[in-house]
């Protein structure tokens, strides 16, 4: 079976005349075949892209909610390879995997070797929040080697110049981080999305995908009005770490996706 893509996905959303759901959640939360389990849950429900967040010890960029869920995965011992190993789970479902991940576990693990290990699991590419194109020729190199998606962040704070250069780098689709700050949920959508989107497409033909704050249907239908694609984690994880009970976990997250999805295409 050949690897979902990410592009294929996005592009059906757009054939569709609606933005793309991408739904993340940790590896090996609360364990890993509980980890498994509400991924699927994701796809189940009407995610359309999945992003599976690598547990990390020291993470700059997640809030309270993404860093709790990772520290309930690293106390129970999740490794990189139960990250891969989650990652061929749920590409088997067809629907496009891509590994969110800080990037010393990667180097760590070896380049090479965690692309390499990655495409033979399915992987459809990489997110790397704090690698940016031009520190990143290992990365580029390895791959372009296996056909991965490089998926790198721009920001509200990043220039014109640095967009361009950010974009030019990427496969797969453009992450676009709509507030300052670390993750979490909010209450509302930031108003530095709209021209963050707006410069970035500018610079590119990839689709561009929206992240860090929607937690609901209305704020994906806000958000899917002129983004290529939502991007929600904190509400997710949130939502599994607000239920002790496991089935009333995956049905709460269940019912926030099935929102989700009927919020992009409102949008």
Wanted: glycine content about 10%; hydrophobic content about 45%.
């Amino acid at each position: 079976m050949s690897t979902p893509t990410t592009a294929t996905a996005f592009a059906a959303a757009k054939a569709e005349g609606r933005a793309a759901l991408v739904g993340y959640l940790p590896a090996g939360f609360p364990d890993v075949a509980g980890g498994i389990d509400a991924l699927r849950c994701l796809v189940d429900s009407g995610c359309d892209v999945i992003e599976i967040g690598l547990p990390y010890s020291d993470p700059v960029m997640d809030g309270p909610t993404i860093q709790a869920a990772a520290q309930q995965a690293l106390e129970r011992g999740v490794r990189t390879t139960d990250v891969l190993r989650t990652v061929e789970a749920v590409a088997a479902t067809g629907v496009p995997t891509v590994v969110m991940t800080y990037w010393n576990p990667v180097e760590r693990y070896g380049v090479p070797r965690f692309a390499a290990d990655l495409a033979a699991a399915g992987g459809a590419g990489l997110i790397t929040p704090d690698l940016t194109p031009d520190s990143a020729p290992e990365w580029i190199a390895a791959a372009d080697e296996h056909d991965l998606d490089k998926i790198f962040l721009v920001a509200p704070s990043s220039t014109d110049e640095r967009i361009a250069m950010t974009t030019n780098a990427c496969r797969g689709f453009v992450y676009a981080t709509a507030v300052m700050g670390v993750t979490g949920a909010r209450t509302t959508t930031s108003d530095l999305a709209a021209p963050l989107v707006s410069r970035t497409r500018a610079t590119t033909d990839l689709p561009i995908g929206v992240g860090l704050g929607v937690s609901n249907g209305e704020q994906a239908a806000e958000l899917a009005a002129y983004a290529d694609g939502v991007i929600v984690g904190s509400a997710f994880v949130r939502a599994l770490l607000d239920h002790d009970d496991r089935s009333a976990g995956l049905k709460a997250l269940a019912a926030l996706t099935e929102d989700l999805a009927a919020g992009v295409r409102r949008g």
